[in-house]
């Protein structure tokens, strides 16, 4: 069981950052590996980076190869994602994950799931 709270989302123009965090709770955030999705209005949730319980190991979508950097802090329980080169298409509720094995892809690896937190670039 874990329970997941986002923060660190705005608005902010084209080709500026942000950087995300989530905090967990519990004992285990270490045994998990945690991803970030996000979703615009009208469209799919869709994968955008994540991380391995140990940090060793990410993974990303590749629109965001380059921009964005996933991370943890163990002693924090917290994972962030990193921001940078924000454009228009970027725009949507970014929320985080937490699920066992690698850092998949497919938000069905991933049990436990946060509220959100919107995150909107201007043209």
């Known amino acids: 069981q874990v329970q997941l709270v986002e923060s660190g989302g705005g608005l902010v123009q084209t080709g500026g950052s942000l950087r995300l965090s989530c905090a967990a709770s519990?004992?285990?955030?270490?045994?998990?590996?945690m991803g970030w999705f996000r979703q615009a209005p009208g469209k799919e949730r869709e994968f955008v980076a994540a991380?391995?319980?140990?940090?060793?190991?990410?993974n990303y979508v590749s629109s965001v190869k380059g921009r964005f950097t996933i991370s943890r802090d163990s002693a924090k329980n917290t994972v962030f994602l990193q921001m940078n080169s924000l454009k228009p298409e970027d725009t949507a509720v970014y929320v985080c994950?937490?699920?066992?094995?690698?850092?998949?892809?497919?938000?069905?690896?991933?049990?436990?799931w946060g509220q959100g937190t919107q995150v909107t670039v201007s043209s």
């Open positions: 991380i391995s319980g140990s940090g060793s190991s990410t």
């Open positions: 519990g004992r285990t955030f270490s045994s998990y590996a």
């Open positions: 994950a937490a699920g066992f094995g690698g850092p998949g892809s497919s938000r069905f690896n991933y049990p436990y």
